[in-house]
């Protein structure tokens, strides 16, 4: 699991050098010794305008078909993923449309940046370049050069991340909603003429109270205040961020982790073994908010192709993702063609369909095919005519150089030990476990030992801090621009 580590990367890692439990710590001890007082989203009652956006976020009247509203894919017993093992939801105006990715978890994206290529603007780098002169400045390589040893390379090509679907094409949440209404594939809503004529029957009281009563003279912006209000439920409602899980309990001191775990949060970390907090970074930010697992940005993993996908029937049929179909503004930018973006590994372990083409179903298959894509390809690929195993087979043959081959688990060669061994993959997928939201909030609260550490005392001399940090959480805005634009760091 590698990752393009751009400048800030190492001022971060240094910054909580002292501060954060090492790699050898975690294998010595179940508790953490050095406990974080986080800064966390306030959980407050719900704006007039966050409970229209919740109506509307389970209102199947909207769709085409009448049975369809976002928790038909973003099902809240499921982290607000999808509730099945399907590879890819059914829609449509009549339930039977097939879609043609995965569908992606709603949870913890309300820090989610907006999409860029290049350095993090937090690092300097705050001149606003178009995404066309952006991806410019990275000619001079067949393929973006991407590792997670080598970041003055990745600094210096310039790399994609942040934005929201698995091709980072919208940036705010607002955009996000309008997409799944309109898709035929998904709720299938119609023109924009039918979506408002259903919501002016069945919430015209409510646009008017919060937008006035000349909304509905202007469509345009009736939708835009509808999926604004959805955006908005997602910021406010702490089921989208709450941070319960048992990880989050063992950095505030309240959990222990068992044997496995302890193991699995090793070989997590561990550069020559899983390598996987490369990309799915697990370490409190600077100022003390709690780390999503991932680091935003774009990889190209060269997943097997998913027969399960009725579109991948037609032979010519490629999912490129930066590159296209779906998104436009980068068809030509080849150098990113296959790479799709970095989820979140919280909640994990409830999923049954992972990567952008739903190609697996169980945490087991994704960790052995981490381990063994590049070992024993013929387990995952298929064979041409000649007998040879075509890998990468969901990639036409000149975009499989962009496939990251340089990096742990994926620098093997056939005859080479694993990266992980059976026992590992277990450990991992234990660690992977404790990702869950959920665990009770009195477990193994006889074992606390906070202690504030440097990254809590950060968190509280911020403005967000209520006072010295003695371990508990310290609660902070949402800073997400919901209305179009990038969105506030």
Same mark, same amino acid.
């Given at each position: 699991m590698s990752r393009w580590l751009h400048a800030r990367g190492t001022q971060l890692c240094a910054a909580l050098a002292g501060a954060l439990l090492s790699v050898g710590e975690a294998q010595a001890q179940a508790?953490?010794?050095?406990?974080?007082?986080?800064?966390?989203?306030?959980?407050?009652?719900?704006?007039?305008?966050?409970?229209?956006?919740?109506? +509307? =976020?389970? $209102?199947? %009247?909207?769709?085409?078909?009448?049975?369809?509203?976002?928790?038909?894919?973003?099902? /809240? @017993?499921?982290?607000?993923?999808?509730?099945?093992?399907?590879?890819?939801?059914?829609?449509?105006?009549?339930?039977?449309?097939?879609?043609?990715?995965?569908?992606?978890?709603?949870?913890?994206?309300?820090?989610?940046?907006?999409?860029?290529?290049g350095p993090d603007t937090e690092s300097g780098n705050d001149q606003y370049l178009s995404l066309q002169q952006q991806a410019q400045q990275s000619l001079g390589h067949l393929r973006a050069v991407k590792s997670a040893q080598v970041p003055q390379a990745a600094a210096a090509n310039l790399v994609p991340q942040g934005g +929201? =679907?698995? $091709?980072? %094409?919208?940036?705010?949440?607002?955009?996000?909603?309008?997409?799944?209404?309109?898709? /035929? @594939?998904?709720?299938?809503?119609?023109?924009?003429?039918?979506?408002?004529?259903?919501?002016?029957?069945?919430?015209?009281?409510?646009?008017?109270?919060?937008?006035?009563?000349?909304?509905?003279?202007?469509?345009?912006?009736?939708?835009?205040?509808?999926?604004?209000?959805?955006?908005?439920?997602?910021?406010?409602?702490?089921?989208?961020?709450?941070?319960?899980?048992?990880?989050?309990?063992?950095?505030?001191?309240?959990?222990?982790?068992?044997?496995?775990?302890?193991?699995?949060?090793?070989?997590?970390?561990?550069?020559?073994?899983?390598?996987?907090?490369?990309?799915?970074?697990d370490q409190p930010t600077p100022d003390g908010r709690p780390p999503l697992f991932t680091d935003f940005q774009y990889e190209a993993l060269g997943v097997p192709r998913n027969p399960e996908i009725p579109a991948n029937r037609n032979p010519r049929y490629v999912d490129l993702g930066i590159c296209g179909p779906y998104r436009t503004d980068l068809r030509t930018q080849t150098r990113y063609c296959g790479m799709f973006l970095t989820p979140s590994l919280r909640n994990v372990a409830t999923r049954r369909v992972f990567f952008h083409n739903g190609v697996f179903h169980s945490l087991r298959q994704v960790l052995e095919w981490y381990v063994y894509r590049d070992l024993q390809p013929e387990r995952f690929y298929p064979r041409d005519a000649s007998g040879h195993v075509v890998k990468y087979d969901d990639l036409p043959p000149r975009y499989r150089g962009n496939v990251d081959t340089?990096?742990?688990?994926?620098?093997?060669?056939?005859?080479?030990?694993p990266a992980l061994s059976e026992a590992q993959i277990e450990d991992v997928i234990a660690f992977l476990d404790t990702l869950t939201d959920g665990y009770p909030a009195d477990a193994d609260h006889a074992h606390s030992t906070v202690r504030p550490t440097a990254a809590a005392s950060i968190a509280a001399s911020s403005p967000a801090s209520d006072g010295p940090a003695t371990g508990r959480w310290i609660a902070e805005w949402p800073s997400y621009a919901l209305r179009g634009g990038a969105p506030a760091r």
């Open positions: 508790v953490n010794p050095h406990p974080y007082a986080m800064r966390l989203p306030p959980a407050q009652p719900l704006s007039a305008m966050a409970r229209l956006g919740e109506r +509307l =976020f389970h $209102d199947p %009247r909207l769709s085409a078909s009448g049975r369809m509203s976002c928790v038909s894919c973003h099902s /809240p @017993a499921h982290a607000y993923g999808p509730p099945g093992r399907a590879s890819v939801v059914l829609g449509g105006p009549d339930g039977r449309t097939a879609g043609f990715r995965a569908v992606p978890s709603l949870r913890y994206l309300y820090r989610q940046p907006p999409f860029t290529i +929201l =679907f698995w $091709d980072g %094409r919208v940036n705010t949440l607002q955009q996000e909603a309008n997409g799944p209404i309109f898709n /035929p @594939a998904e709720m299938d809503g119609g023109t924009t003429a039918t979506v408002v004529a259903k919501l002016e029957a069945y919430y015209r009281q409510d646009f008017e109270t919060l937008f006035g009563p000349y909304l509905f003279n202007n469509p345009k912006l009736v939708i835009d205040e509808a999926m604004f209000a959805i955006g908005r439920y997602q910021i406010e409602s702490a089921d989208f961020h709450p941070f319960t899980s048992k990880f989050d309990a063992w950095l505030a001191g309240r959990a222990r982790f068992s044997a496995a775990e302890r193991r699995g949060y090793q070989a997590f970390n561990d550069p020559s073994k899983g390598n996987c907090a490369a990309c799915h970074l340089v990096d742990a688990p994926f620098n093997r060669h056939p005859g080479d030990p």
